[in-house]
């Protein structure tokens, strides 16, 4: 069932993706009134991504819930599935804003209960408890800057209301407005510092739902930050830009900073995603600062750059987190460190992987380089605006995106090599492949051809951007519409690519081939020392990351622990334990002590319930007389 809705999704997405434009009226009078859903360029852009990827998850899941099926709540499993893919369908096709705020916490509900299916375990329970928490802040933050624009102009409820009713704000109004749509989409996005539930929600979560979750469900703060602020013709400011430019980069960088350190391979997928969303709030941005310079065409390239990446991230990583089911459901662990040498228990999955991990670490022919390129030519094309600030800030962002494209290269040879190569560290790493693998290599293999098609071929889903940009602004953007990956006049050249992919392939031939004819080498086992290797002498993913840690270790701000317990006999030496941390600036910072501080707002406040009536009568009085005060002085 859900693969067949996903289907359906994906025929529409590509349907409005070619240009076909649709609206259809409901008037749902007992729960939302009049309601309008469109379908345009932009929606299809984003249904095709919930489609392929819901398609994909679907079938993945039929072999991985066999592993699970003894322990997991199967009941509420197809339902919550279900409304997940439908209200995030109804999310990029509501017209009016009460229907986009129902889809909105609809989406909400299904994966919270698609995270706490298994809710048996204490771990589980917290992690529920903090995404509601944060999701229905970001609602609350949104349905403000949603309804006050339609409510103070009385023009009607549709989204194209709320931006005439957004452009009659000026001032602290508008800023308000923008500064709170900000954090409700932000906080879906993931985006910093509202990303704390991300990373603590995608492990939780079953693989399927996770690469339904980071892959697609982050990118519906990404169409509303678009739908209702960039894409929409409100008049933007260059301050705003140069806040997603803030944003973007310090998300980008962290999220991948945190991925190197991560040991856990769910969790460091899903930092992962927050240096992706910071990729695309850094192109968002910079299209905002070309548009307020009058640069047209430049900033449509960045537009474009920033939503076909976000595009882009929603198939590699559906891809990498159900390779993760793959290796979870295989070994029942996600501790890297446990790992290994599962390329020869589950080969298909490792080469799955592999695929992936190339994409997101942008290497070509790869559709991840291909959306990671434009967002450097958009950066790049921003050295040319007036101003100390551009000339300054402009090329530490492009050295920044230089750098964590290096750091998620280094990160996923780390996670590749640690997890299928070298021997395994435990025995359930090196046993046999789990149950239902052949569908779950199935349902990776179509975000895997996903890859490699985009990749090869970018302009499927580049012309369609640009041309929405044509259309909706009558701008020449054409030349920019084809301009991967030479000069803007050069155009795709997926020919080019295909014959030194070609030429690559004949190479590798005829090297294999002079090497079948040479004489075999001897293989023998690895001298050591005259000791058998044992899977401790192998390179661990905390190794691997060690050089990261030191060279960042100012911004990581590590924390070491190092106890001596003495020896445990006369002669030998002392025992001793050494621990290093990672300190998560924002949670550690900023979470830590505002809970603190709520908390013990909370228990000053308790004392008031003291359980005297004099004293509830005292404070009656005092808050009327107060209240006389107050508007005696208004």
């Not at 991925?259 to 240096?275: G, Q």
């Not at 830590?592 to 501080?597: A, C, D, M, S, T």
């Amino acid at each position: 069932m859900a693969a067949t809705g996903s289907a359906f999704i994906l025929a529409l997405g590509v349907t409005g993706l070619a240009g076909a434009e649709w609206r259809f009226a409901w008037d749902i009078p007992a729960v939302l009134g009049p309601s309008t859903f469109v379908l345009d360029r932009l929606s299809g852009l984003f249904l095709t991504m919930l489609g392929g990827v819901g398609v994909a998850a679907s079938i993945f899941s039929e072999g991985y819930l066999e592993h699970l099926e003894k322990r997991w709540n199967f009941h509420w499993m197809p339902i919550c599935q279900a409304l997940f893919l439908g209200s995030m369908a109804g999310v990029f096709v509501a017209g009016t804003i009460p229907t986009f705020l129902f889809f909105w916490e609809l989406m909400a509900l299904s994966s919270f209960g698609l995270v706490m299916l298994d809710s048996l375990t204490e771990s589980r329970r917290r992690t529920g408890f903090i995404y509601l928490a944060m999701t229905h802040v970001g609602t609350a933050f949104l349905t403000l800057a949603l309804l006050w624009p339609c409510a103070r102009s009385g023009s009607g409820w549709a989204i194209t209301d709320w931006v005439s009713g957004l452009a009659g704000f000026g001032g602290w109004e508008r800023i308000v407005v923008i500064a709170c749509l900000l954090i409700g989409f932000g906080t879906k996005a993931g985006m910093m510092p509202f990303h704390v539930w991300l990373p603590r929600a995608h492990p939780q979560a079953p693989s399927h739902v996770s690469a339904l979750m980071s892959g697609v469900m982050v990118k519906t703060g990404i169409y509303g930050l678009f739908r209702f602020l960039t894409g929409s013709g409100v008049v933007l400011h260059a301050e705003l830009g140069w806040v997603l430019l803030g944003i973007g980069f310090v998300s980008m960088l962290l999220g991948v900073l945190y991925a190197c350190n991560e040991h856990h391979l769910k969790t460091l997928l899903a930092y992962s995603s927050i240096e992706n969303v910071g990729i695309v709030l850094l192109a968002l941005g910079m299209g905002i600062l070309l548009r307020t310079w009058g640069h047209e065409a430049d900033a449509a390239l960045a537009f474009s750059a920033g939503l076909f990446h976000a595009f882009n991230h929603a198939f590699f990583k559906g891809l990498l987190f159900m390779s993760a089911g793959a290796v979870q459901a295989t070994s029942h662990d996600g501790n890297m460190d446990e790992l290994g040498g599962m390329a020869r228990t589950i080969p298909a999955a490792s080469m799955l992987f592999f695929v992936g991990a190339l994409a997101i670490s942008c290497l070509p022919p790869l559709n991840g380089f291909a959306g990671e390129w434009l967002v450097y030519r958009s950066v790049l094309s921003g050295f040319a605006l007036p101003g100390l600030a551009s000339k300054i800030v402009l090329p530490l962002m492009a050295a920044g995106l230089a750098l964590a494209g290096a750091l998620a290269a280094g990160c996923f040879v780390k996670a590749f090599g640690t997890i299928f190569l070298g021997k395994p560290r435990s025995h359930a790493a090196g046993h046999q492949a789990a149950p239902g693998m052949k569908r779950m290599i199935a349902g990776m293999m179509l975000p895997a051809v996903a890859c490699v098609v985009f990749g090869v071929f970018p302009e499927i889903v580049i012309k369609p951007l640009t041309t929405m940009f044509e259309a909706s602004r009558g701008l020449p953007y054409g030349p920019y519409a084809l301009s991967w990956p030479g000069r803007p006049d050069e155009g795709v050249q997926p020919l080019l690519v295909l014959s030194c992919l070609a030429a690559g392939i004949l190479m590798a031939w005829w090297i294999l081939g002079r090497r079948g004819r040479a004489p075999a080498a001897a293989v023998v086992e690895t001298w050591n020392c005259g000791t058998p290797l044992t899977p401790r002498m192998a390179y661990t993913a905390s190794a691997f990351a060690e050089p990261v840690k030191v060279n960042f270790a100012w911004l990581l701000q590590l924390r070491r622990d190092l106890r001596d317990h003495g020896p445990l006999a006369p002669l030998l030496p002392s025992r001793m334990t050494y621990r290093l941390e990672t300190v998560h600036l924002f949670v550690d910072y900023l979470y830590k002590p505002l809970l603190r501080g709520i908390l013990a707002l909370s228990h000053g406040v308790q004392k008031l319930q003291a359980g005297s009536l004099n004293a509830y009568l005292a404070l009656l009085f005092a808050v009327i007389v107060g209240l006389l005060i107050m508007g005696g002085i208004r």
